[in-house]
């Protein structure tokens, strides 16, 4: 299992874009299918946004595409969500998520390691 910890979150105006990252030690992130997860109070965890191992597929949530992008640098362990023309509604809790089964999934349940979460909140 790999250890996640994410960083980058933070208050924003609507409009405004954001950087998160999500960092993971061991030395088998290179293998993992890596994705964004986030949930507001009261709801269930949805996902944002999905990348494979080597980069080559990635999926996004319709709520999200067009406005972010989902990256990831396997040579420093580390997994990326841009996001930009931020609206209120996105704000949530953002986890990075990522499972070594090669699974380019949009269920949270198929993600085995998970972040502790970092808040976005984008309000004016």
């Known amino acids: 299992q790999v250890q996640l910890a994410e960083s980058g979150g933070g208050l924003v105006q609507p409009g405004g874009s954001l950087r998160l990252s999500c960092a993971a030690s061991?030395?088998?992130?290179?293998?993992?299918?890596m994705a964004w997860f986030r949930q507001a109070p009261g709801e269930e965890r949805d996902f944002v946004a999905a990348?494979?191992?080597?980069?080559?597929?990635?999926d996004y949530a319709t709520s999200v595409k067009g406005r972010c992008t989902i990256s990831r640098d396997n040579a420093k362990n580390t997994m990326y969500l841009q996001m930009s023309s931020l609206k209120p509604e996105d704000s949530a809790v953002y986890y990075c998520?990522?499972?070594?089964?090669?699974?380019?999934?949009?269920?949270?349940?198929?993600?085995?390691?998970w972040g502790q979460g970092t808040q976005v909140t984008v309000s004016s």
């Open positions: 998520s990522g499972n070594p089964l090669g699974l380019l999934s949009t269920r949270s349940r198929d993600y085995t390691s």
């Open positions: 061991g030395r088998t992130f290179s293998f993992y299918t």
């Open positions: 990348i494979a191992a080597n980069s080559g597929r990635t």
